[in-house]
């Protein structure tokens, strides 16, 4: 029993330590999930809700429109393919794209571009209770398959990311993203320890 109280007032020391966080962007980094879209289905058709990181977060759509595409390749002010194998995701005209996980996030990030005719869209990050945490810009360069990466760590848990474009319409594509969620509850304890250790030295 003491035991357990002890565990839960660690983890509840490093849940406050993680509440003072910032959002930081990052370079690029391998996540514990890793998507592509390489296996996720249906493929050609616009649909406003897919499974990603092998079934353990999920993307919808933002506003109105036809939804999300897993595609080959997209023309319009430009042409897009994918970064690395057979695919990419982007959202239609005027739809943005939420990114949500089972597991809160501590680092997130991708390859992006746009077949637009401007750069730039943005990520807003939310933690568990919907609570804004920030933004950061997403580089989301025009141009053909113009794909540059953008990431970020927390050590305030992200529960979802919502990324639009800077100009409404914008297409902004997606590839190659990476996840990487909390530690289970005994590491966070572990970290804890660790941080109430070298307080008191």
Same mark, same amino acid.
Do not use: C
């Given at each position: ?29 391998? /996540? +514990? ?7 996720? +289905?249906?493929?050609? +058709? ?24 897993? %595609? ?19 959202? !239609? ?12 996030? !501590? ?12 750069? /730039? ?13 920030? +933004?950061?810009?997403?580089?989301? &360069? ?13 050590? %305030?848990? &992200?529960?979802?990311?919502?990324? %639009? ?16 969620? &909390? ?19």
């Amino acid at each position: 029993m003491k035991r357990s109280k002890v565990i839960v007032t660690l983890v509840a020391f490093a849940a406050a330590g993680l509440a003072t966080a910032q959002i930081t962007p990052i370079p690029p980094f391998a /996540g +514990q999930y890793a998507e592509g879209f390489e296996t996720v +289905q249906p493929r050609f +058709q616009f649909l406003p809700h897919y499974d990603v990181f092998g079934g353990v977060g999920d993307i919808s759509q933002i506003g109105a429109g036809q939804g999300l595409h897993i %595609t080959t390749g997209w023309s319009y002010y430009y042409v897009t393919y994918p970064r690395s194998g057979e695919v990419f995701m982007g959202p !239609t005209y005027g739809v943005g794209v939420k990114w949500e996980f089972d597991v809160p996030a !501590t680092r997130f990030g991708g390859y992006f571009t746009t077949n637009y005719q401007s750069s /730039g869209a943005t990520a807003k990050f939310f933690d568990e209770n919907g609570r804004e945490l920030g +933004q950061q810009p997403i580089k989301a &360069i025009a141009g053909n398959s113009a794909w540059e990466w953008d990431g970020w760590s927390s050590s %305030t848990p &992200i529960k979802y990311v919502e990324i %639009t474009s800077n100009y409404g319409a914008g297409h902004i594509m997606h590839d190659d993203m990476q996840y990487t969620p &909390i530690p289970e509850p005994a590491s966070l304890a572990l970290l804890a320890l660790a941080g109430l250790i070298l307080r008191r030295r």
